[in-house]
DNA sequence: GCCGTTTTCGGCCCGACTGTTTTCAGTCG
């Protein structure tokens, strides 16, 4: 069985986190991180592409000699050079890694002293003091490590954009108006717009910085002040997400805020350019010697480099430096775009209200259209519609049509895939809707062949117009179910299906690089909330998020036509 | 281990902070 993606780029993450404690040349330690990276942002498995017979050293990053890697990890399942490291060092020393304080040096040290290959025998050795007997472990280091020892079960924690947002939003707020400050933003993967946030990143310009340190440290929902310092304070919230605040001088203002709102990846990039053109930049400003010749604004700094402006969401180093160079940026979808929302549920089956008050909500935030896509049969629980129950369904929205004003209600349905392909309705009704959405919502865990035949099966149908939260992974619980993403991605072109961005900010689904491959395929995508009551029509802000960083433009999203266009869309051959 | 219009060797982003030192290594973002 071939590996997926992001199993061998966690293989190739292990073997540079191997390395860095072998203590070998960190440029190869980077070398196989750069590697992991290409390999994650991929939105095609590599086995598929290796069928195809590509030439894996055209990727970013990827040599000879990891080209024979993937090979061999594809075929066997396996990589000889990371099993040869752990017949050399035991397996679990790259987990100490995740303690905050220690990284590779250290944990060599004390590998080489004390054989720890173990949190609870990091942990003995710390509380028996042997551990001071190591060179550089004082007593600040050795509590951070026992605290770190026991914080491990959280290490690593992300937090989901919609969680941190109301945090970062009061924060900002609460910065803003203190007297003194003059700029504020929430830089970090936050102003990338992320699925999930690590910690926030709040870059300030002020007046004076002291005061306002304080009146940050002061801030109600803080549970812990880590650090308070000239340029820099931490703080932890009581929901365990960290707050960095981070001072900024005016004419520094670009340079920081592109610098902390990363990526990584995308800063080193622009950093190699400057360097090219005989220029330094770090979060300052751009410098000529010592001479600083910009950095006030993003824009400007772009400008220099003979880019036009990148905006945060693209910038992951999947392509918009060149995209940019070459002045084919795609112009971003934006939520002002939207005009409808195609897949709501209402008090016929588990949502929770009704088609007239989902209606009037949408009508509120000026659509002019939604979609009434509630439940099949098959969906017991969810009180899923039989034929008879869809067509009282279809005719109530006939009736209610007449009754509204400024928006239309088109009569869909949220249709099962079941475990052999076929839908839960029968075709006579299905082909009365204005549009049909396929979902699979049991059976996840069929063989990758087995549920790339089902739902490739499904498209085939000819109703069938929107492959609803096409992975059904939920973030944080519950990974995409075994697809083959090529096969899917083929047969939405043969049988001009659509695939949902489901904007529930659990699901976020399909995920932003595969987004971006459905757009390169030219696939058509709908950004769709799934609300089941009228607030969460709201969640359309966290879909066109993921749009945005999938490249995906207004044209290629079917709920930014008009009425017209849409039904001309959803019809058909 | 990758990469290349200064190309097959010799570079590889850049700086701050912490804790430990007494001038700096290690870690982090």
Redesign the pocket.
């Known amino acids: 069985m071939a590996l997926s993606n992001s199993e061998i780029a966690d293989i190739f993450n292990q073997m540079a986190d191997m390395l860095e404690i072998k203590g070998e040349?960190?440029?190869?330690v980077?070398?196989?991180r750069?590697?992991a990276r290409t390999v994650q942002n991929l939105g095609k498995s590599l086995d598929s592409l290796m069928e195809e017979g590509m030439e894996l050293?055209k990727?970013?990053?990827?040599?000879?000699?990891?080209?024979?890697?993937i090979a061999e990890i594809i075929e066997t399942g396996k990589f000889s050079?990371l099993e040869a490291l752990k017949k050399e060092m035991p397996e679990g020393l790259d987990k100490l890694?995740s303690?905050?304080?220690?990284?590779?040096?250290?944990?060599?040290?004390l590998y080489d002293t004390f054989h720890i290959t173990s949190l609870e025998e990091l942990a003995k050795v710390a509380e028996s003091g042997e551990i001071y007997t190591l060179?550089?472990?004082?007593?600040?280091?050795?509590?951070?490590i026992l605290k770190?020892v026991r914080l491990a079960k959280k290490a690593g924690h992300r937090f989901r954009f919609d969680v941190a947002k109301p945090f970062a939003e009061e924060l900002r707020s609460y910065l803003e108006n203190f007297e003194g400050v003059i700029d504020v933003e929430v830089a970090?993967s936050y102003r990338r717009k992320k699925e999930t946030v690590?910690?926030l990143?709040i870059l300030v310009v002020a007046e004076n910085w002291e005061r306002v340190v304080d009146w940050f440290v002061a801030f109600e929902k803080i549970k812990e002040v880590?650090?308070k310092?000239?340029?820099?304070s931490?703080v932890i919230l009581r929901n365990d997400l960290?707050v960095?605040l981070r001072s900024v001088a005016k004419e520094s203002y670009g340079s920081a805020l592109h610098?902390?709102t990363?990526s990584?990846a995308h800063?080193?990039k622009i950093?190699?350019m400057?360097?090219?053109k005989g220029w330094?930049?770090?979060?300052?400003g751009v410098?000529q010697g010592e001479r600083r010749i910009g950095g006030e604004t993003e824009e400007q700094i772009y400008r220099m480099l003979g880019l036009r402006y990148i905006e945060p969401e693209l910038r992951e180093d999947r392509g918009e430096v060149e995209a940019s160079l070459e002045g084919r940026l795609p112009k971003l979808v934006t939520l002002e775009e939207v005009r409808g929302d195609l897949h709501v549920h209402s008090n016929w089956t588990d949502g929770h209200a009704s088609i007239r008050e989902m209606a009037e909500a949408a009508k509120a935030k000026g659509y002019d259209y939604i979609a009434i896509t509630d439940h099949s049969r098959h969906l017991t629980v969810a009180k899923g519609l039989d034929e008879k129950r869809l067509r009282e369904q279809m005719e109530a929205i006939d009736k209610l049509n007449e009754t509204l004003d400024g928006i239309t209600v088109l009569k869909g349905i949220e249709c099962d895939i079941l475990e052999d392909g076929s839908l839960d309705l029968p075709d006579s009704v299905l082909n009365e809707l204005d549009i049909v959405l396929g979902a699979v919502h049991y059976k996840f865990n069929l063989s990758k062949k087995e549920q790339t035949r089902r739902i490739v099966k499904a498209m085939q149908h000819p109703c069938f117009n929107v492959l609803a939260h096409p992975t059904g992974r939920i973030i944080g619980h519950r990974n995409a179910y075994e697809l083959d993403m090529g096969e899917i991605f083929k047969a939405c072109k043969n049988e001009q299906v659509a695939l949902e961005i489901n904007a529930q900010p659990e699901r976020l689904d399909l995920n932003d690089i595969y987004a971006k491959v459905a757009k390169e395929e030219g696939i058509k995508l709908s950004v769709a909330t799934d609300a089941h009551d009228p607030m969460s029509l709201d969640f359309m802000e966290y879909g066109i998020n993921q749009a945005r960083r999938g490249w995906l433009e207004k044209e290629e999203i079917l709920n930014t036509r008009t009425l017209k266009q849409l039904k001309a869309l959803l019809k058909k051959g």
């Open positions: 040349n960190p440029f190869k980077r070398a196989y750069n590697a050293t990727l970013p990053g990827i040599g000879h000699d990891l080209a024979e890697s050079k890694l303690i905050e304080g220690l990284g590779p040096k250290r944990i060599r040290q060179k550089g472990f004082g007593p600040k280091l050795v509590e951070k770190g970090g690590g910690d990143d880590v650090s310092g000239p340029t820099r931490t960290q960095d610098y902390f990363g990584k800063n080193i950093r190699k400057a360097i090219e330094k930049i770090n979060e300052y410098f």
